[in-house]
């Protein structure tokens, strides 16, 4: 039995659009109203030939809106603005690759569209489609777009689709779009008394990768994991958490802007864009060097051997460390297989940072493709703080309570 208890009296506005999914949203409306959530519908003309406005309309004991001009209503045009003001949560099931496209563009031709410009609320979007589309780059692409701009996406499942094709693209059951809407709206709730409310908080993940040729790039085995966790652990904390990730292969964490970059030259330009934050935690491996002269090209063989020109990357974080602003706290990680406290705390030294989290690949139970990690936190005024072998998520937790609220050691349950 799913928990409804943060669905009780919350204003879920549903967007259906155009696809044959739209018939599972009857049994969405049904389960919204059984948790205690008063339900209004907004279709697109597309979707009244999936499912009918009746239908929807009964079951939310509330009319449907189509059209942003309907015929016969004068007076009312102002419904969009009303709409988007009233919703707790905006969620679009199924979302199709079309009205997809036009939530990217900002188009309002219809009733749905115009209230994703008007809401104040978060938005949860379920894109349903056939596989093709729905692994076409042109989808991804506004996928991310979206994603990036704090959009909630609930992949599609993989299945038998209406074409008969198997594939990704499968609008997942009521049930569990009610259970991540749900989840999703809990987390809005914590966040909003949390610890880090108001505060801006910049992680970045996963590896970088550098550009030999068209084909080829110089790149490091980080999965981004220990840098996602953080990025949750703040967002649990109410923070507003930017996420500046590598080519990783991670779902984004509810509530997290996202903002995927590939090389180290991307990751600096868009920690810049963010250098006032509050808190910077720079998890990502970021690669030291990058080949002098990639080659637009594909490298041929020549026959013989091949050597590779390298020059140094930018240093992301000894750059933030030089304009550290007053109050904001900058933590860098060192992966160390010698030397570990030595070199850390010249690190941390060097970049001028607040924390550095000490880890070492090569001890069992830490480092990369792990789920778990065992870290030593060094603080800049001399303190150590030595973490056993935990999950990579409460390591987050307690990466977070330490570095960045100040929480004693003795006062942290990495559990809670
Ligand atoms: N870092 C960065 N920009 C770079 C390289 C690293 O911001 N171009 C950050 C990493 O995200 C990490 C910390 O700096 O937080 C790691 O420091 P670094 O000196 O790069 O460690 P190593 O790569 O291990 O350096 P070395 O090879 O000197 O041990």
């Not at 419904?79 to 079309?98: E, I, M, N, R, S």
């Not at 704090?150 to 259970?179: C, K, N, W, Y």
Request: aromatic letters at 4%; hydrophobic letters at 45%; charged letters at 25%.
């Amino acid at each position: 039995m799913p928990d409804t208890s943060h669905m009780t009296g919350r204003r879920i506005l549903l967007g259906v659009t155009g696809g044959i999914a739209a018939y599972k949203t009857a049994e969405l409306v049904r389960q919204f109203k059984r948790a205690g959530a008063e339900v209004r519908v907004v279709m697109t003309p597309d979707a009244t030939r999936f499912v009918t406005p009746l239908t929807l309309g009964t079951l939310s004991e509330n009319e449907v809106h189509i059209e942003i001009f309907p015929e016969n209503e004068a007076g009312s045009w102002t419904k969009h603005v009303a709409l988007g003001l009233w919703a707790d949560l905006f969620l679009v099931a199924p979302l199709t690759a079309q009205t997809l496209s036009k939530l990217v563009d900002g188009a309002c031709d219809s009733m749905l569209t115009a209230v994703s410009l008007t809401a104040r609320c978060p938005i949860m979007i379920c894109p349903a489609m056939d596989h093709d589309m729905y692994i076409h780059p042109a989808v991804r692409t506004n996928l991310d777009t979206l994603a990036e701009r704090g959009v909630t996406v609930m992949e599609a499942e993989h299945g038998e689709l209406a074409s008969g094709l198997i594939g990704q693209g499968r609008l997942p059951a009521p049930d569990a779009i009610f259970e991540r809407a749900s989840e999703l709206l809990a987390s809005l709730d914590t966040a909003r008394s949390g610890p880090l409310a108001g505060k801006r908080v910049v992680v970045t993940a996963g590896p970088t990768r550098e550009r030999i040729d068209p084909v080829r790039f110089i790149s490091n085995h980080s999965t981004g994991t220990m840098g996602f966790e953080l990025a949750r652990a703040a967002a649990r904390r109410g923070a507003d958490v930017v996420l500046i990730a590598g080519p990783v292969s991670l779902e984004t964490p509810d509530g997290v802007r996202r903002i995927d970059v590939e090389s180290t030259a991307d990751m600096y330009a868009a920690v810049m864009d963010y250098r006032e934050a509050d808190v910077v935690i720079m998890s990502a491996a970021v690669a030291d060097f990058t080949p002098s002269q990639p080659s637009e090209s594909k490298i041929k063989k020549q026959g013989g051997d091949a050597a590779l020109e390298l020059a140094p990357t930018t240093d992301i974080l000894a750059n933030l460390g030089v304009s550290k602003a007053d109050g904001q706290t900058l933590v860098g990680f060192a992966l160390e297989t010698e030397n570990g406290l030595e070199n850390a705390r010249g690190k941390l030294e060097r970049k001028n940072l607040d924390w550095i989290v000490l880890n070492n690949p090569t001890e069992s139970g830490a480092g990369f493709g792990t789920g778990t990690n065992r870290v030593t936190l060094l603080a800049r005024d001399g303190r150590s703080v030595d973490l056993p072998v935990l999950p990579k998520a409460e390591v987050a937790e307690a990466i977070l309570e330490l570095a960045v609220l100040n929480t004693a050691l003795e006062d942290i349950d990495p559990t809670a």
